[in-house]
């Protein structure tokens, strides 16, 4: 009877296992080999000729029992490549096919993820070609994609079954603020969508937004209302910026002084923004949206924001508002922030 080994583990049991792209395997010596480079990498001894050889084979071409093969040839037996698989596995050294997001997701719905992306121009044109690039193909940009959608979702509301399938996820842009508003549609229809906006010399992606009934995760309108208790202008900035923010603004506020406000002109030109800046925000939210469509969903309340000069990357951590309409049992805490100067300084980075 044949030894029996381990049983390997999902990633290595793979029809065809390969090694994760970062973790090449490289000789150190006759029985050595280090997977990967820098701090991180992994130096494995003690390695027979048979194993040395299937680790330089593990790049998804050959089946399970053709790296078996490849053993035999050196006298190893089946078990050996079992327990390096096993081994590997463990590591997180190994492939995991759930990391084939893209295409997990496309076998699961029949069809390519539908992202779309909305916004001005300026931002969605980067959205959209940092998407693609990763590896995301079925994204539609612009507003007519954004209302056809929308149009679909409430034709899903009247028949058995609407003309198109749902996006997966929504993008919503914007210079120097998003208006709660923008994301109320996605929100009502339950439709995951991400916040990607400019403040100054900063960029903020996030929050990634998980409505009812897959989730019920801090929202757009929950950070306004932080932002509002801690800066009793924003409001009026934003009129000037964009427009005012309808669920959050009381109409009443709105009705004197708004024309001398905004100014013959309407609201004022977005702050200027460095262009690397903007490249380098738009792959971290395609990222974080490669990451959703995977199964792997950024933190609830949790933004990602890069300032510019260094540039500097700070996670923060916003809790759902206690008087957000959105939710109904919200928490009261504060948000997570840092020590800032000035009080115009400390609301607009809360």
Known sequence: ?????????RSARASQPRLHPRRPPLRRGVDEVQLGVGPQALVLRGLSEGQVAVLERLDGSRSLA?????????????????ELLTLLGRLGAMA??????VDLLAARLGSEPRVLVGGPDALTDRLARALRQAGLDGVRVGPLALDQAELALRDREHTVAGRQRPPDL????SFDGLDPAEAAPWARHGIAHLAFTT??????????????PRGDT?????LELHRCDRDSGRASVLAQTSRPPA??????????????LLGPGGPVRPTPMEPALLSAAAAVAALVVAAYLGGDCLPDGVTVELTSPWPRLDHRKWPRHPQCPHH??????????????????????Q
């Not at 959050?248 to 709105?254: G, K, M, S, V, Y």
């Open 1 to 9: 009877m044949s030894q029996r080994g381990p049983r390997p583990d």
């Open 96 to 101: 995991d096919p759930r990391s084939e997001r």
């Open 199 to 212: 403040e100054g010399d900063r960029v903020v992606v996030g929050p990634l937004v998980v409505p009812p």
């Open 66 to 82: 053709q790296l078996h093969d490849v053993a035999a040839d050196f006298g190893d037996p089946p078990h050996v490549v079992d």
């Open 170 to 173: 929504v993008l919503l842009s």
């Open 218 to 222: 801090t929202c757009i309108q929950c």
């Open 247 to 260: 669920a959050l603004a009381d109409p009443r506020q709105w009705t004197d002084g708004l024309t001398a």
């Open 328 to 349: 109904r049992r919200a928490v009261a805490p504060t948000p997570t922030i840092g020590a800032v100067v000035g009080s115009a300084a400390a609301a607009g980075r």
